[in-house]
């Protein structure tokens, strides 16, 4: 009989980012402020250890903030697996706009824009991507990288719509759906896959939006 092998993966979405209140950043290169020594003390006790896979994304606030749990830890970090599935959407024309600019969250023309997120889960921002397609690829980024983990704990620091993406996929639910999820910035979100004894795969939602400073 196939044995049951079990990974846990523990999403962390990024530190706050400075210096873009108000404006769309999606795929730009910002700053993040890692200042918060109770969230990261916190995210220390949470996220599992060296023998771990640790992943991040090709934005340096996801480096960043895996350095900051680190430090919080007074040792050196691992080498870190680069994800690019796992990159923050997309804007494309959009990014480095104000909201205002966009008609985002209620400003001018909001037809297009979700309650919760900058636009509706099909729009494709002008050399963007749609949420859909965010979710598309972030399915099969975070499938390849726990297949490729076997079973060993994952922590992934990634980005607010990458985590609400890896949601849908997981809870298979609508993309639409999942851009209602509320993921805060430091917030932990654990999902565990189960592989094997003859079932095929099946998702498992331990808790989502989890604050380290609690």
Excluded at 66 to 74: D, E
Excluded at 103 to 125: C, F, Q, S, V
Excluded at 174 to 190: N, Q, Y
């Amino acid at each position: 009989m196939d044995k049951m092998i079990e990974t846990p993966v523990f999403l962390v979405r990024h530190a706050p980012v400075v210096g873009q209140a108000g404006r769309c950043y999606g795929i730009k290169d910002v700053d993040c402020d890692t200042t918060d020594a109770r969230a990261f003390e916190g995210l220390a006790r949470i996220l599992p250890d060296k023998d771990a896979l640790w992943t991040v994304t090709p934005l340096s606030r996801t480096v960043r903030t895996a350095n900051a749990v680190w430090a919080a830890r007074q040792v050196s970090a691992p080498d870190y697996r680069i994800v690019p599935g796992l990159i923050e959407q997309s804007f494309g024309d959009w990014q480095g706009k104000t909201y205002a600019e966009l008609g985002a969250y209620g400003h001018g023309d909001a037809r297009n824009t979700h309650r919760h997120w900058l636009t509706m889960a099909e729009i494709k921002p002008e050399n963007g991507e749609s949420f859909i397609e965010v979710c598309a690829r972030v399915a099969a980024a975070l499938d390849e990288t726990v297949a490729s983990a076997k079973g060993r704990p994952i922590a992934m620091v990634c980005h607010g719509g990458v985590v609400r993406a890896a949601l849908s996929h997981v809870l298979g639910i609508a993309p639409e759906a999942a851009l209602s999820i509320v993921v805060d910035t430091l917030s932990v979100t654990r999902v565990d896959r189960f592989d094997g004894a003859g079932r095929g795969h099946a998702w498992r939602v331990a808790y989502v939006n989890r604050d380290p400073r609690c």
